[in-house]
Structure formats: C-alpha cells, structure tokens
C-alpha cells in the first residue's frame, strides 16, 4: 500500500477561495491551487493499472474511513476538540475517506442563503459561514490527502421537520410562493414518500424552472469551490429512488462545470434500494459514461453471506469489465441499521476482501440508537489493523477468491489473493478452513494479525503446491496473510 504524503501547511496556506460574494450568481474560485505543483493527472482518478481502485496523485490508494457525522463541513466543533482533530484521529488509526452531504439539517448548522431583516431567506445571497466552512474542510482534507465524496442533495433535508427550516421552503423565503414554485409548506412523509416535487424540477422531468434556477445557483456556487481541489469525488444524492432524469441532470450539470474548468471528476448515484438486483440500480450500472464509480453502500443493510454475495454478483456481473472503482461509503453496523457494531466490523473487512476500492463506517453521531460505529473506538481499532494488514499485502493486484477455500461454513471465512503469490484469509468469529496453495511453489510466510489487538503474531513457514489447513488462534476476528 503506497500511502500519500500530505502537503506541507505552508503550501496549504496558499489555498484561498473567495466565499463573499453574496449575489445570485456565485464567484467562481480563484486560480490559487492551480499553481501548486499536480496536474489534472494528480486528481482523484481510477487507478490507471487496474481501474477497479482509485489512484491519487499519480498513485494508487484504498480509501478507508469513519466520522460520526455525514455533514462534517457543517460540524467545525465536532468532538473531541473540532474538526481538525477529528480528522487527525481518523488519519492516525489510517483513515483516509471521508463522506460529506451537504445537510444542514442537525442543530446548529447554517443554511447556505442569505436572509434579510425580516429573518427570511432570500435565495439570491449567500450565507457566508457555510460556504466558508465548507471551503475550510477542503483545505483540511486536503493537507492531510483524505480523499472527500460529497453527496449534493440530501433528500432528508427536504421534508418532515428538516423542511420546516429549509429556505427551500416557500414559507421561508421571499423568492417564491408555494403557487410559483409548486413546492409545499408542509410535508410529513418520509422523503422516500417523493412527496417533495423539488426533486422533479429538470426540463425533461417536471420542469420547474422558478425552483431549478435556484437550484442550478446553489450547486454552481459549491462547485466554484470544490473543483478547485483534486481530493474529491461526486455523488449526485443520498439514497434516492427518485427517476434517473433528476440524477442524470445533475450528473452531467457537474461533468459540464468541470469541463468547463477543464479538470477531471467523477460522478455517481446512491439508489435507495438495498437490494442491489433492485432496477434502480440499473441507472448507474448501465452508464458507464456517465457514472465513472459506483456506490453501493445500501447493501450494508445486509449481512454475512448475503452481504459478501450481492456485493460480489455486481462485481462478476454489473461490473465485469473492471472499468469503474465499487465504492461502500457508509457501512450500516449500529441499533438503528445494520444489526449490530460486531456485525459492522465484519462488512468493513468483507468490501476490502471482495475487491472494493473504499469502505467507510457510517456516523455515530452521538446518538442512542446510532446507524454506524462512526469513529468510536470499535472503528479506530478495526481502521488501524486493516490498514496494517494492507500495508504488508498488495491488494491492487489482488482477486476474492472464496473459490480456493474448503471446508468452509457459510460465512466463516473469505479469501483475497493473488494466486501464486500473496493470500490473505479474514475470519469473522474465528474457524477454521483449507486453503489451495496448488499454484504457489517454495516456502511461504504465514502470519497472523490479531485484529482486536492491532497485533502481528509470529511469521511460521508453510510449503506452497498444496493446500493447507488455517486454524486462527484464537476466537473473534482474524486475518491471516500468506506470501
């Protein structure tokens, strides 16, 4: 694993975006980092030698991560002592991804308009602490090479009680009437409802354009900034099942803004259904073109085998060609989603062993009854012996392999390899099975990581051209790597 140097807080320094601007139309972003020594080829891209992964800066990079929150730009105080070192934690325990909706629905965060005396939005300025604080969590991602996916629309900021103090809403701003803009003041189902029509507003959809303007302002004014920096990637919305006109109307929205600039993004979707044989997903699976990765993190809402087995059907099927990164940006593994924090361990390691090139724990968020792991311990623990585990083994060159293994119970152990070469085993709940070795000669290493204990046992040898029989030492988590 080639892990990317970060860029100095000197150069780091030099990247300032002007966020003043308070008109209708946005500022586009200085011209600052593009005198700083990459090239469009340094960008985030997929990686050239095998574009199932991503490469960065010219070098391929597994992207591993977990934050309590979703909108970490609209948290500067998130614990423990702020943003900054929130990340820092993450980067030491070897995360390096990040997700970033752009939501303001949590208490406390601001709105991206402006609003005049009367405390009314008007859709025709800007907020300047939220533009400012997006800008400021670029350039910390940034000096540190975390690698950011913003999701542009958050659906769940668009109804219920999160509707109520959106300046969407016609009641809230002095733009529109609910009459002009056919949205309504009120709307009490969950947005999976699609009771909100401000996802129908493109020309071929709905057309809508009193709302689409604003909408086209809005999404000009985060791309002013955010193309500037090459650590990001692009997904159009949060688990919609909306039609693929609103998401392919974004989706080339942004390609054309970054043509425009002439840099390179990529761009992708996150359909609603959990179930990854459902047709939405097909909008993203039959558009290579267009959406260059996917992301499929809903199916985290399975688990064990149907978790490792969906996901793998898409990569031999939907994604045979091996032309686009698989990307898991949320890991559901809490109460709420997910089944349980043990359970949400067990699919980080899984997406990394069957070949996905990111994999991140969905927020804590500080609640009782959390959806993810976020960056609590559990995850700082499981992030750290991944990426020691990573460290040792080439996984860009490296296949599932469950098909080398017998003796196996469903669910009790998944290969990763290159065969010939290097093999790597990761256990859920301890076990034991045989592992084909027919296509390695000579003497091989075998070594034994105890993950809850961030722990490499004692290299033992083994002869290759047979297989052999690997019994973890102990009970819970085990990786064991053969080279």
């Not at 020594?37 to 960008?43: N, Q």
């Not at 093999?423 to 099975?433: C, D, E, H, K, T």
Request: net charge negative; aromatic share 12%; hydrophobic share 35%.
């Amino acid at each position: 694993m080639k892990f990317i140097l970060s860029f100095t807080l000197t150069v780091a320094t030099l990247l300032i975006i002007a966020c003043t601007n308070t008109g209708q139309e946005p500022a586009a972003g200085v011209d600052s980092l593009h005198e700083l020594p990459f090239s469009d080829r340094d960008r985030i891209t997929p990686y050239t030698e095998n574009p199932r992964y991503w490469q960065y800066r010219g070098e391929p990079v597994l992207l591993l991560g977990a934050t309590d929150q979703d909108n970490l730009f609209n948290h500067p105080d998130i614990w423990p002592f702020g943003l900054e070192s929130h990340l820092d934690l993450m980067v030491k325990n070897g995360g390096n991804y990040v997700r970033n909706t752009m939501s303001s629905r949590d208490h406390g965060n601001p709105w991206p308009f402006g609003r005049n005396d009367d405390g009314l939005y008007d859709l025709d300025t800007w907020n300047n602490e939220f533009w400012d604080r997006f800008e400021d969590f670029l350039r910390l991602t940034f000096e540190r090479d975390i690698i950011v996916q913003i999701e542009i629309w958050d659906r769940f900021d668009y109804a219920r009680d999160p509707w109520q103090l959106n300046p969407y809403n016609p009641k809230n701003n002095v733009n529109y009437t609910a009459g002009e803009s056919g949205l309504p003041e009120v709307i009490d189902s969950h947005p999976g409802q699609r009771e909100n029509p401000f996802f129908r507003t493109p020309p071929d959809f709905e057309d809508n354009p009193v709302v689409l303007d604003y909408q086209r302002a809005h999404t000009d004014k985060m791309l002013s900034i955010s193309l500037e920096y090459p650590h990001v990637l692009y997904c159009i919305s949060n688990e919609t099942n909306e039609s693929p006109l609103w998401s392919d109307y974004w989706a080339h929205f942004v390609l054309d803004r970054a043509s425009e600039k002439d840099v390179t993004v990529h761009v992708t979707e996150m359909w609603d259904a959990w179930d990854l044989s459902d047709p939405e997903h097909d909008a993203t699976f039959n558009k290579p073109e267009l959406y260059t990765f996917v992301d499929i993190s809903q199916n985290t809402h399975q688990q064990g085998q149907t978790h490792w087995d969906n996901a793998q059907q898409v990569r031999s099927e939907r994604l045979a060609d091996g032309r686009r990164p698989m990307n898991n940006v949320k890991i559901y593994g809490g109460t709420h989603h997910g089944h349980s924090f043990e359970e949400g361990t067990h699919k980080l390691w899984r997406n990394i062993f069957g070949g996905f090139a990111t994999s991140r724990f969905h927020r804590s968020g500080g609640s009782l009854n959390p959806s993810g792991i976020g960056l609590l311990p559990q995850a700082q623990t499981q992030l750290l012996s991944l990426r020691m585990f990573t460290d040792q083994m080439d996984v860009f060159v490296s296949e599932p392999a469950n098909h080398l293994l017998t003796n196996r119970e469903v669910n009790e152990a998944y290969a990763f390899v290159e065969e010939g070469h290097q093999y790597a085993v990761y256990f859920p709940s301890g076990g034991s099975v045989d592992l084909d070795l027919s296509a390695a000669s000579g003497t091989l290493s075998v070594q034994w990581l105890d993950i809850l204990n961030n722990e490499w046992q004692e290299a033992e040898p083994v002869n290759g051209g047979a297989a052999i029989e690997l019994i973890t030492p102990g009970s819970g988590p085990w990786a064991v790597l053969i080279h």
